[in-house]
């Protein structure tokens, strides 16, 4: 079983609309997960990170954990084209080493 | 969050030469990191630079082959030896402000390697 999945993409949106992407761990003894997004050529922006369960808001974004289901989302409101990306889950491992999922592409359709 | 910058941002190598990335942080932190993503695929960890001592690899990556130096806590290096055509990848350099569960992890822009 892989340390972080993710749910596969592609995922096309209609703009304005809600994208959500979800992401599962093995490892019950997680404590902290980050979303990351990925342009086509670029590196890995971090955009949100989640330690508690429930949920945290940032602007468009918002993370989801549930712990007990080993689980975390990341929520985009109100899609623009720009949000166009891919996103990566990552669950922090031995207290300093990340795990990555395998990556959600998402298309944001004008 | 800190900024980091690599050098160079692109190579293109011939086999069986080596290659040394650099990587520069903006501010003094606890964690580096380095990552290869080869074409299409995610993130995976080539090893943890610690500042005074050997770096610490994942499974699947030897010292021999990607030789890392971290002299202080802002600075270090990747060496890709003796490189092959699988070789081929972009070398991602993170750095954490701060161990422990709440320590975010920052990205530099990577190197884009070639190998022919």
């Known amino acids: 079983q892989k340390e972080v999945e993710q749910n596969s993409g592609p995922l096309s949106v209609p703009e304005g609309a809600i994208a959500s992407l979800n992401c599962t761990y093995s490892?019950?003894?997680?404590?902290?997960f980050f979303w990351y997004r990925q342009y086509s050529g670029k590196s890995p922006e971090l955009i949100m990170f989640?330690?508690?369960?429930g949920d945290k808001e940032d602007g468009r974004f918002t993370a989801q954990l549930n712990k007990a289901s080993q689980y975390v989302s990341l929520l985009i409101r109100d899609s623009q084209p720009s949000d166009s990306a891919t996103y990566l889950c990552a669950v922090k491992i031995n207290d300093y080493k990340l795990s990555f999922g395998a990556g959600t592409t998402v298309t944001v359709r004008a | 969050s800190a900024v980091i910058s690599q050098k160079p941002s692109r190579d293109i190598c011939q086999r069986g030469t080596s290659l040394t990335i650099q990587c520069q942080v903006d501010?003094?932190?606890?964690?580096m990191f380095w990552y290869r993503q080869q074409p299409g695929q995610s993130l995976t960890l080539i090893a943890t630079?610690?500042?005074?001592?050997?770096?610490?690899?994942e499974s699947g990556f030897v010292i021999d082959k990607f030789p890392i130096s971290r002299p202080n806590l802002t600075f270090s290096t990747l060496t890709v030896s003796n490189m092959s055509p699988e070789d081929s990848s972009i070398y991602l350099c993170?750095?954490?402000?701060?161990?422990?569960?709440?320590?975010?992890?920052?990205f530099g822009p990577g190197t884009r390697l070639t190998v022919t």
């Open positions: 989640i330690y508690s369960n």
């Open positions: 630079a610690n500042q005074g001592s050997e770096a610490t690899y």
């Open positions: 993170s750095a954490s402000g701060r161990g422990g569960p709440v320590g975010e992890q920052y």
């Open positions: 490892d019950r003894g997680s404590q902290s």
């Open positions: 501010s003094q932190v606890t964690m």
